[in-house]
């Protein structure tokens, strides 16, 4: 029936999903409008409230741009110059899958371990689990993950460590002296440091492995793949715009009165 023929189309799926987002900015932009001008500025709540949509609607209308632009590539498949590149990219998204899974089977154990070992200490970039997950997928291109930071901020906590142990000793010595000596005296006297102290070759070895498994092998693995995708569909480039072209067509006739 009609639904089969709407939904069985990744493109009409897509095209509504863009209808939807689009639908949805212009109710935003409409309520927006209406409530600007009855907005009380002077209660917090309801400032805050109408911000919040706001930057709901601009995020929404934002990417239906991006989409509304991506659309243009479904009417570019019938040229016999670009058909075969826009069937390549619709076909990378089943690798991007395919290759996303293995991704996920690895970078949720090390985001774990990385928020573990140097989360709430301070160290930019990985303070909280946004941070680390972010940082942890920079790894994969390579960016700044702060590495300096990863070793700065273990040696200023090894350093706190020794300095309250210092501490913690001249105090046990104090009270020894005295004659008053408990062991509770001293476990009071020394402080414990708030995170977990990480050996240097411990953050090495995290950040190398990561790196190795990550930029090195996955990435060459995703890259081959689209290479493999590329070849397969460029070899047939010629019957590939043709049948894209005769699709279009068909499309476009089914849509005509009769």
Not at 9 to 22: A, H, K, M, P
């Amino acid at each position: 029936g009609i639904y089969r023929q709407s939904t069985g189309d990744l493109w009409n799926i897509f095209d509504w999903t863009v209808y939807g987002l689009q639908f949805i900015g212009i109710i935003t932009y409409l309520y927006c409008e209406i409530v600007s001008d009855r907005l009380d500025v002077t209660n917090e709540e309801t400032r805050d409230s109408y911000l919040g949509i706001f930057r709901i609607r601009s995020q929404l209308m934002a990417i239906a741009i991006l989409l509304s632009w991506f659309k243009i590539f479904k009417y570019l498949r019938v040229f016999k110059s670009m058909g075969p590149f826009v069937v390549i990219i619709t076909h990378s998204f089943g690798d991007i899958g395919k290759i996303s899974i293995v991704y996920l089977l690895l970078y949720i154990p090390i985001v774990c371990i990385f928020y573990q070992f140097y989360g709430h200490r301070g160290i930019d970039g990985y303070d909280t689990v946004t941070d680390v997950l972010f940082t942890v997928f920079r790894m994969i291109v390579v960016d700044d993950y702060s590495y300096t930071a990863l070793i700065r901020g273990n040696m200023e906590l090894r350093k706190e460590e020794a300095r309250g142990l210092e501490e913690g000793h001249e105090g046990h010595t104090r009270v020894k002296r005295k004659g008053n000596y408990s062991p509770d005296d001293s476990a009071d006297s020394t402080d414990e440091g708030d995170g977990i102290i990480v050996d240097l070759w411990w953050t090495r070895f995290l950040v190398a492995y990561w790196i190795l498994v990550s930029s090195v092998i996955l990435l060459n693995l995703f890259i081959a793949l689209m290479s493999d995708t590329f070849q397969r569909v460029y070899d047939n480039a010629v019957g590939v715009a043709a049948l894209e072209k005769a699709e279009i067509i068909s499309e476009l006739e089914a849509k005509l009165t009769k």
